[in-house]
């Protein structure tokens, strides 16, 4: 099955800084989504992001399928932001099922 | 409004017991998933239910049967718990129409067993 693998798997940041998360897969990508998991242990979706570029807020994604990798930047860190950062990605383009990264842990110190 | 919403949100219990974790959804989706998350955060897909038709079972033991009554629901059964089995498990939907396939999940369960 695909592989995926995100990095770093821990980022300690000082308010206020910037930040790219990265997420790279062994095949080619679809369906690809970025996920925030908070202190409460919500799984939050930030991007569903098969390709190109999205911004929301201070967080962008881009999705460059071809190299098969994602990128996730996070801009003005705040304490809030802190928690794990998931990506995921369907096996295959119709699978029920995807495979989800071991995560970056975040912790942004005020 | 919740989207996909999962009850109980806490259960403790003791091992050997039987025990059913609920979860349903109001997007209208015609899929729906039970992940599991174990104590290092890393989360695994246990099953994928299509219109109320199993499609992805991933080497879980057979003391755990999803259920799923309408493609609204879809509820998980574990048997004869085990000290393993304490984990987060969450409950996800996704539309899979074409090629759009965006998950949502639900709050999760966080399960104990003593």
């Known amino acids: 099955g695909i592989q995926v693998e995100q990095s770093p798997p821990d980022l300690i940041l000082q308010e206020g800084a910037n930040s790219t998360l990265r997420c790279n897969f062994s095949d080619s990508v679809n369906n690809l989504q970025w996920f925030h998991q908070n202190p409460w242990g919500q799984l939050i979706n930030l991007f569903y992001?098969?390709?190109g570029t999205k911004q929301n807020g201070r967080l962008s994604a881009t999705t460059v399928a071809t190299e098969r990798y994602s990128l996730l930047y996070i801009s003005s860190s705040q304490t809030t932001d802190s928690g794990v950062y998931f990506c995921?990605?369907?096996?295959?383009?119709?699978?029920?099922?995807?495979?989800f990264g071991d995560g970056t842990t975040l912790t942004v110190k005020p | 409004d919740t989207a996909v919403s999962q009850t109980p949100k806490y259960l403790v219990t003791q091992m050997g017991n039987d025990k059913s974790i609920k979860c349903e959804q109001n997007?209208?989706?015609?899929?729906m998933y039970w992940y599991k998350q174990d104590s290092k955060k890393f989360l695994k897909i246990m099953f994928s239910y299509n219109n109320k038709e199993l499609i992805i079972n991933e080497t879980v033991p057979n003391r755990f049967s999803p259920k799923s009554p309408d493609k609204a629901h879809l509820n998980l059964h574990i048997n004869s718990l085990e000290l393993g089995d304490s984990a987060v498990y969450f409950c996800?939907?996704?539309?899979?129409?074409?090629?759009?396939?965006?998950?949502?999940f639900g709050p999760g369960t966080r399960l104990t067993v003593l």
């Open positions: 992001i098969p390709s």
């Open positions: 996800a939907s996704s539309p899979r129409v074409a090629s759009y396939n965006e998950q949502f």
């Open positions: 995921s990605q369907p096996c295959t383009p119709n699978a029920g099922k995807s495979t």
């Open positions: 997007l209208g989706h015609d899929t």
